[in-house]
T-cell receptor, first 108, second 113 residues
Framework: QKEVEQDPGPLSVPEGAIVSLNCTYSNSAFQYFMWYRQYSRKGPELLMYTYSSGNKEDGRFTAQVDKSSKYISLFIRDSQPSDSATYLC????????FGKGTKLTVNP | DAGITQSPRHKVTETGTPVTLRCHQT?????MYWYRQDPGHGLRLIHY???????DKGEVSDGYSVSRSKTEDFLLTLESATSSQTSVYFC????????????FGSGTRLTVV
């Protein structure tokens, strides 16, 4: 079993929709959880991180971690065409371990 | 991507030839990483470095070697390229502070024919 599992999608939504992106992980020792955004033909960039369980909000983005179920979520409110990208979850003890990424398209 | 440059951006090479990809950083970060990204596999760690001349293997290191003789440069070498090494290669740098994450380069698209 991979350490981080992520549904690759693709996911296509209309502009303004609420988007939910999800990952599960296997190692209960993971404490830091991150979301990276990757535009086409670019490198991933850090979007948000959370520590342990709970929520973290940054503008239209909310990251959520449920350690009891080993579940990581990223919510995007009022999604925009500029949010179209691949979103990768990641977690770490020493080195980052990435999910495979979910490709999101937001249609105008 | 400010502070980290990968070269070349694109390369086509023949099976059996050696290939070297370069990652250059201007951030003076201690840690440097090489990943490959493939459809269905995501990002997979090839090798990483935690200092000059200090390197270690990642999960997909077979067929690859690395060198770091200066803080700013991390080289990835495919000793004898194979078609299975056709991929997009990303370099990343890190201070080692977990919450800062990694900063990735723009990638090198390598095709082995």
């Amino acid at each position: 079993q991979k350490e981080v599992e992520q549904d690759p999608g693709p996911l296509s939504v209309p502009e303004g929709a609420i988007v939910s992106l999800n990952c599960t992980y296997s190692n209960s020792a993971f404490q830091y959880f991150m979301w990276y955004r990757q535009y086409s033909r670019k490198g991933p960039e850090l979007l948000m991180y959370t520590y342990s369980s709970g929520n973290k909000e940054d503008g239209r983005f909310t990251a959520q971690v449920d350690k009891s179920s080993k579940y990581i979520s990223l919510f995007i409110r009022d999604s925009q065409p500029s949010d179209s990208a691949t979103y990768l979850c990641a977690t770490t003890t020493e080195k980052l371990v990435f999910g495979k990424g979910t490709k999101l398209t937001v249609n105008p | 991507d400010a502070g980290i440059t990968q070269s070349p951006r694109h390369k086509v090479t023949e099976t059996g030839t050696p290939v070297t990809l370069r990652c250059h950083q201007t951030e003076n970060h201690r840690y440097m990483y090489w990943y490959r990204q493939d459809p269905g596999h995501g990002l997979r760690l090839i090798h990483y470095s935690y200092g000059v001349k200090d390197t270690d293997k990642g999960e997909v290191s077979d067929g690859y070697s690395v060198s770091r003789s200066k803080t700013e440069d991390f080289l990835l070498t495919l000793e004898s390229a194979t078609s299975s090494q056709t991929s997009v290669y990303f370099c990343a740098i890190s201070t080692g502070v977990i919450t800062y994450g990694y900063t990735f380069g723009s990638g090198t698209r390598l095709t082995v024919v």
